[in-house]
């Protein structure tokens, strides 16, 4: 028996599609975000790739790409903006001169430590209309998703 290729037409509804969800989940993290954070200049990716500077004290792009699964280019005019403000400071790697090697300023430092418990609350308000077994669940299906390997 031959499919007809319209056929799933009639069973496909945008509200019950992973990515329309995904989406739509993000913008509503994205608002709390943009409420909590005090520093209303600060963008979630600025901030990801602060916390990820932090947490590595200084590194590359390309380690910060990796780790915070920004690609390269918005990487580095995010990084860029940030040095601009006086957050990020850049220098050229001593052994491989190709590389720029990027570490938090005084300020950037000061900045990401004094923002990080608002971002927790802003995990905690997003997650909020699940209960706590939700939660786990739900932060494993979305690592578990956003780190699978095709």
């Known amino acids: 028996m031959e499919k007809n290729p319209m056929s799933h037409d009639a069973d496909y509804e945008l509200c019950n599609q992973i990515g329309h969800l995904l989406r739509r989940a993000y913008q509503r993290h994205t608002i ?7 520093d ?8 990801a ?3 990820t500077v932090h947490r590595l004290k200084e590194a590359p792009l390309v380690q910060i790409s990796a780790a915070t699964g920004i690609d ?11 040095r601009k403000r006086g957050l990020l400071s850049i220098v050229q790697d001593r052994n491989d001169r190709r590389q720029r090697i990027v570490s938090l300023t005084a300020e950037g430092l000061a900045l990401v430590e004094s923002t990080i418990p608002s971002a927790a609350d802003v995990t905690a308000r997003t997650l909020a209309p ?3 077994c939700e939660r786990i669940a739900a932060l494993h299906i979305l690592r ?3 780190f699978f390997e095709d």
């Open 144 to 146: 578990k998703l956003a």
């Open 49 to 51: 790739t602060m916390v």
């Open 72 to 82: 390269h280019a918005t990487l580095r005019d995010i990084v860029m903006r940030l």
């Open 40 to 47: 209303d200049r600060l963008t979630s990716a600025q901030f």
């Open 32 to 38: 709390i975000f943009q409420r909590e954070i005090p």
């Open 130 to 132: 699940l209960d706590e």
